[in-house]
């Protein structure tokens, strides 16, 4: 596990990130990882728990379709104004596809819940796979 919190300059916003086997077991890592980005700079509660559930359910998708011995989770503030969480896995196989499970499935309702909670989700191909990603506004503490 190696986990990076990169150093910014000025007008950059925060960014962290870590390697982890890509099993079962590392979504509750991905889950905290993303709770102390967001306790390092200064989120609200309500972000940090949104953020890991969406976190949660984008390292479940990798590790469950996307063939790799690891992933890379990604928390970081694009904008002063935007949470963004990402996985990157080393398949271009099994792109994420948004469908409705039916009533009676196991499973399948993943992207459901990250397309409901998310601002905006998506899928960027890379040469050697692809980062799924998602992002929520941040709400503005009032003055």
């Not at 509750?28 to 989120?43: K, M, N, S």
């Not at 479940?60 to 989770?73: D, F, I, K, L, P």
């Not at 399948?108 to 909670?117: H, N, P, Q, S």
Request: aromatic share 4%.
């Amino acid at each position: 596990m190696t986990m990076t919190d990169e150093q910014m300059r000025s007008g950059q916003y925060p960014r962290q990130s870590i390697t982890l086997a890509s099993e079962a077991a590392s979504v509750p890592t991905a889950r905290q990882i993303l709770h102390e980005a967001c306790t390092d700079w200064g989120l609200d509660m309500a972000a940090a728990e949104t953020g890991a559930l969406l976190m949660s359910e984008l390292v479940t998708n990798a590790v469950r379709h996307g063939h790799s011995h690891s992933v890379r989770v990604i928390a970081e503030q694009p904008t002063p104004d935007r949470l963004r969480v990402a996985v990157v896995d080393k398949s271009r196989r099994c792109m994420p596809e948004l469908h409705h499970a039916g009533s009676d499935a196991f499973g399948g309702r993943g992207l459901v819940l990250v397309d409901a909670l998310s601002d905006r989700w998506g899928t960027d191909l890379l040469p050697w796979g692809k980062r799924c990603w998602a992002e929520i506004l941040l709400k503005k503490a009032p003055q």
